[in-house]
């Protein structure tokens, strides 16, 4: 029992990053629909569930150290092409979000310069692409009770003082610009955008877990985890969007309100899950091309999080906007290929899943 909730934190770590845990995502895929928002969540919530599942299945069933094995697999050699490079794009991409989310956590809550929180970040996520795969789950998941339990405390809070019922702030919510036409077409892009994120690192994830049943029910305890915390976050900006409408870190703003010294605990709890999706983001993009732990890792892992670096000066908001509908896009290749994957299987005779190494 202890493993699978183990792998459902990490799962939930991976997925629950900057954009989340600032409230940013979930202000812009679900509480800018206003009550449609609410339907957006339970189904993002069954998509994430099933998908979890399937994810740190598939590692375990091949004993995967990366992504490219399994993906090509279960998508076939052309298709395979396709997804192959969304994730690579969405790792590296999203790595660079989380640099710059990280030096405006530090900015919004305590004056510093953007640039402090992103290179103190970047030395941090640096630092943990050295360690093994084992480690950085465990890492990962020690970080994620705290959200969960912060989360909690602030749709509690938010509901009991809000002045205003949900008819009148559904305009306001309404009112806030979003990149996505309908609310299912946003529920089903945010999780298909989270699915390109979290896939490489759950496939390595499940892929230290000898056990498939471990793995298959830790990364649907994991999905269902994002989905209820989305319902959580949602709500509590929706009955606060009259006060943190414009704010680039909603959730921080509505803990500001409960008290500045709470606010600050949070910033460092909010820095932490930053980390932990961005050294997965940069893990899982590293042991896509060379083996972990050797010379050659430590030299592209290195001018990896340069690059990174300097790309994450385009900032954060613009970084969110931008990245994240077209990922959502692009990632649907690879929710089809999930979902398909089970027929895939049966049609091969399940002999598609035999353990195999993985060529970098």
Request: glycine share 10%.
């Given at each position: 029992m202890?493993n699978i909730i183990?792998i459902?934190?990490?799962?939930i ?7 989340f845990?600032?409230g940013?995502?979930?202000?812009q ?5 206003g009550y449609?928002g609410?339907a957006a ?6 998509l ?8 740190t299945?598939?590692?375990s ?7 490219k094995?399994v993906v ?5 050699r052309?298709l395979?092409?396709i997804?192959d490079?969304?994730?690579i ?8 979000v989380m640099?710059?989310g990280a ?7 305590f004056?510093?310069s953007?640039?402090v929180?992103?290179?103190l970040m970047t030395?941090m996520?640096?630092?943990t692409l050295?360690?093994?795969v084992?480690r950085?789950?465990?890492l ?13 405390l602030?749709?509690i809070?938010?509901?009991f003082?809000?002045?205003?019922s949900?008819?009148?702030l559904?305009p306001?919510?309404?009112g806030?610009?979003s990149t996505l ?9 945010y999780v298909s955008?989270?699915i390109?994120?979290g896939?490489?690192?759950?496939l390595?994830m499940?892929?230290?877990e000898?056990n498939a049943?471990?793995?298959?029910w830790?990364g649907?305890l ?16 929706f ?5 943190v ?14 008290s500045?010294w ?11 899950m930053i980390?932990?999706?961005g050294?997965?983001m940069f893990?899982a993009?590293?042991?896509r091309?060379v083996?972990?732990r050797t010379p050659a ?5 290195m001018?990896?999080m ?9 900032g954060f ?9 077209l990922?959502g896009?692009?990632g649907?290749?690879?929710?089809g ?5 089970p027929?895939r299987?049966?049609?091969a005779?399940d002999?598609?899943?035999q353990p195999v190494?993985?060529?970098q």
């Open positions: 202890w183990k459902a934190s990490a799962f770590g991976i997925i629950v990053g900057a954009g845990a600032s940013q995502e979930v202000l895929y679900f509480t800018s629909f449609l609410t969540a339970v189904v993002a919530t069954a994430f569930a099933y998908l979890g599942m399937m994810l299945w598939l590692g069933r091949t004993q995967t150290r990366s992504h094995t090509y697999q279960i998508s076939g052309y395979g092409v997804v490079g969304v994730i794009f969405t790792l590296f991409g999203v790595g660079v640099i710059a030096g405006s956590t530090l900015n919004q809550q004056g510093l953007p640039v929180g992103s290179v030395l996520m640096g630092a050295m360690l093994n084992k950085v789950v465990g990962i998941g020690s970080i994620t009770p705290f959200l969960v339990l912060a989360l909690i602030i749709c809070y938010s509901l003082t809000m002045e205003r949900f008819e009148e559904a306001i919510a309404e806030i610009e036409p309908h609310w299912l077409v946003s529920a089903v892009n955008f989270n390109a994120v896939a490489a690192m759950s390595v499940g892929g230290a000898p049943r471990i793995a298959r830790g649907l994991g999905g269902a985890g994002v989905g209820v915390m989305i319902m959580i976050s949602h709500l509590a900006m009955s606060q969007i009259d006060v409408a414009g704010y680039p870190l909603p959730l921080l703003k509505i803990i500001d309100g409960i500045p709470l606010a600050k605990a949070m910033a460092f709890v909010l820095f932490g980390f932990s999706t050294a997965s893990y993009f590293v042991a091309f083996e972990m890792a430590n030299r592209f892992s001018v990896t340069v690059v990174g670096f300097v790309a994450s000066f385009a908001t613009q970084l969110v906007a931008f990245f994240y509908p990922i896009y692009l649907l290749f690879l929710v290929a999930l979902i398909y994957a027929l299987l049966k049609r005779g002999k598609i899943l190494s993985d060529t």
